[in-house]
């Protein structure tokens, strides 16, 4: 079983501050998804990596995917109110095309 | 229709009732999943198929829950003698398929068994 591991689980900053989110597993993935979700709505993909190493930019938010494609982390900068939201993590295994999702990060961004 | 539809948004149900959950996907995507998704959880696999097939469906809890998709578009998720345990988000996702897995959601069933 493929799982993967989101830290920090909550996150509460104010407007202006960097941050950054984990998601770790034992597993290697052929590739990790990041999403947001917000409040009674679906998760929105926001990247996906998919070679090991790779580091995607989306406006102030970067995606790194580790070396070893086990590991993925996002960093936002300068958090806007905006930003404010689940974030998930989704690593896709192999040949059956299973997405298996972290918990997520709940982050909270107060102006 | 331009994203994920599903139907009913909300779903109030009594304890053994069965209950149908529909999924419209993104017209042109071959794979469609179903999620469960608990609060303050992440979504949990439930099936997916590509096509009209299920290619797994390893998530489902137990022979009450049943999906199918017979025409290769819309989804049907079936549970049988609801429990208050299965009260959650049921979110559905599409995707081209093959090695596409990049997902479009769609806003979820909230189902509560009272």
């Known amino acids: 079983t493929q799982l993967l591991e989101q830290s920090p689980q909550f996150l509460s900053i104010q407007e202006g501050e960097n941050l950054t989110v984990y998601c770790n597993s034992s597993?290697?993935?052929?590739?990790l998804q990041w999403y947001r979700q917000e409040p009674g709505e679906g998760p929105v993909l926001l990247v996906t990596v998919v070679t090991g190493g790779e580091v995607k930019k989306l406006k102030r938010l970067t995606f790194q995917f580790g070396d070893a494609r086990k590991d993925s982390s996002l960093h936002i900068t300068a958090a806007q109110p905006g930003d404010t939201g689940l974030y998930l993590c989704a690593g896709e295994g192999g040949s059956n095309y299973k997405l298996t999702f972290g918990k997520g990060t709940l982050l909270t961004v107060n102006p | 229709g331009a994203g994920v539809s599903q139907t009913p948004s909300n779903k109030v149900t009594e304890k053994g009732k069965y209950v149908e959950l529909r999924c419209d996907p993104i017209?042109?995507?071959?794979?469609l999943y179903w999620y469960r998704q608990s609060l303050g959880q992440g979504p949990e696999f439930l099936i997916y198929?590509?096509?009209?097939?299920?290619?797994?469906d390893s998530g489902l809890p137990n022979d009450r829950f049943f999906a199918v998709r017979p025409e290769g578009s819309v989804s049907t998720l079936k549970i049988q003698r609801t429990e208050r345990g299965d009260s959650a988000v049921y979110l559905c996702?599409?995707?081209?398929?093959?090695?596409?897995?990049?997902?479009?959601f769609g806003q979820g069933t909230r189902l509560t068994v009272v």
């Open positions: 597993s290697v993935f052929s590739s």
């Open positions: 198929f590509q096509g009209t097939g299920a290619a797994d």
């Open positions: 017209s042109g995507h071959t794979a």
């Open positions: 996702a599409s995707s081209l398929g093959d090695e596409n897995t990049e997902a479009f």
